[in-house]
């Protein structure tokens, strides 16, 4: 999530005292009756959705759900893709680890301002934890609408 010029962030209604992660169901997200305030990420384009369906497994009720994805970045020649052999030739992979130390501290004023992407530091202090209204919508405002992100 990047926030810059034209982010918006808003107080939220919504309330959850689970300290887990809340799932909606899948048959919200397959109908689009889903609150279009929080995002759902899926990696890849949903193709095809089947219908949930439910199965029995050890003797107890679940839900199961059919899709498939298809990469968004791939040409759209129609072209299958198959493995064919395994390459003999492990190359090494270096990973690029930014020196935190090397990075700059940025306001917050001075993000809002940006016209580039850049690695930074934000610097705060946390005067109060709201335990009771904490929620948030962190939303960007792009040409067709505010698309929100809880």
Same mark, same amino acid.
């Given at each position: 999530?990047?926030?810059?010029?034209? /982010?918006?962030?808003?107080?939220?209604?919504?309330?959850?005292?689970?300290?887990?992660?809340?799932? $909606? $169901?899948?048959?919200?997200?397959?109908?689009? =009756? +889903?609150? /279009? #305030?929080? +995002?759902?990420? &899926? &990696?890849?384009?949903?193709?095809?959705?089947?219908?949930?369906?439910?199965?029995? &497994?050890?003797?107890?009720?679940?839900?199961?759900?059919?899709?498939? +994805?298809?990469?968004?970045?791939?040409?759209?020649?129609?072209? *299958?893709?198959? +493995? =064919?052999? =395994?390459?003999?030739?492990?190359? $090494?992979?270096?990973?690029?680890?930014?020196?935190?130390?090397?990075?700059? %501290?940025?306001?917050?004023?001075? %993000?809002? /301002? *940006?016209?580039?992407?850049?690695?930074?530091?934000?610097?705060?202090?946390?005067?109060?934890?709201? /335990?009771?209204?904490?929620?948030?919508?962190?939303? #960007?405002?792009?040409? =067709?609408? &505010?698309?929100?992100?809880?």
């Amino acid at each position: 999530m990047s926030i810059i010029e034209d /982010t918006s962030i808003d107080q939220s209604t919504f309330e959850c005292d689970d300290q887990f992660l809340n799932f $909606p $169901p899948f048959e919200k997200i397959g109908n689009g =009756t +889903l609150n /279009t #305030h929080f +995002l759902i990420d &899926v &990696v890849g384009q949903v193709s095809s959705l089947r219908d949930v369906q439910t199965v029995q &497994v050890a003797g107890n009720d679940k839900k199961k759900v059919e899709f498939r +994805l298809m990469d968004i970045n791939m040409p759209n020649d129609e072209f *299958a893709l198959a +493995l =064919t052999a =395994t390459k003999n030739d492990k190359r $090494p992979i270096k990973d690029l680890i930014d020196d935190w130390n090397d990075v700059g %501290i940025i306001s917050i004023s001075e %993000i809002i /301002t *940006a016209t580039q992407e850049e690695d930074c530091k934000i610097i705060c202090s946390i005067e109060s934890i709201d /335990t009771d209204w904490s929620w948030f919508i962190f939303g #960007h405002v792009s040409g =067709t609408g &505010v698309t929100s992100v809880a």
